[in-house]
């Protein structure tokens, strides 16, 4: 039988507190082209299901204080009915006329050359699977 007791001399374990200056750098180093999230995780110490909760929550916040790097000035998060941009797309282009599919069999001395439609190629694969059966 085992049994656990409470060894007053050890201190109960604490869950840790992490500062938001330290959970904005672990995410960012998430947002790194390339880093994996268990990487980063064991970097900062933390475990790797945490930090992918932090970058969840750091995507569904909006940007609040975040600077721009370019112009120097605050960055905004845009509306959510903004986030949708319709973009106009060219007129379909007309399929050029793609040519007879040609192939050119030799056996011993015997030369055949057969000229297929593009459109009915797959009675060509057909044709040539029970010819070379």
Not at 84 to 112: C, H, M
Request: with cysteine; hydrophobic share 40%; proline share 10%.
């Amino acid at each position: 039988m085992t049994t656990i007791s409470e060894d007053p001399s050890r201190p109960r374990r604490r869950r840790r507190l992490h500062s938001d200056e330290f959970k904005a750098r672990a995410v960012a180093s998430c947002m790194q082209p390339g880093m994996s999230m268990a990487a980063v995780a064991m970097a900062h110490g933390v475990n790797a299901n945490l930090l992918r909760r932090w970058v969840r929550e750091a995507e569904m916040k909006p940007l609040a204080g975040a600077i721009s790097k370019t112009t120097g000035e605050p960055v905004h998060a845009p509306p959510r009915d903004a986030l949708f941009l319709p973009v106009g797309l060219p007129a379909p282009t007309p399929q050029p006329q793609l040519a007879d599919n040609r192939i050119e069999l030799q056996r011993g001395a015997t030369a055949i050359t057969l000229t297929w439609p593009v459109s009915a190629a797959g009675d060509c694969a057909a044709w040539l699977h029970e010819l070379l059966r």
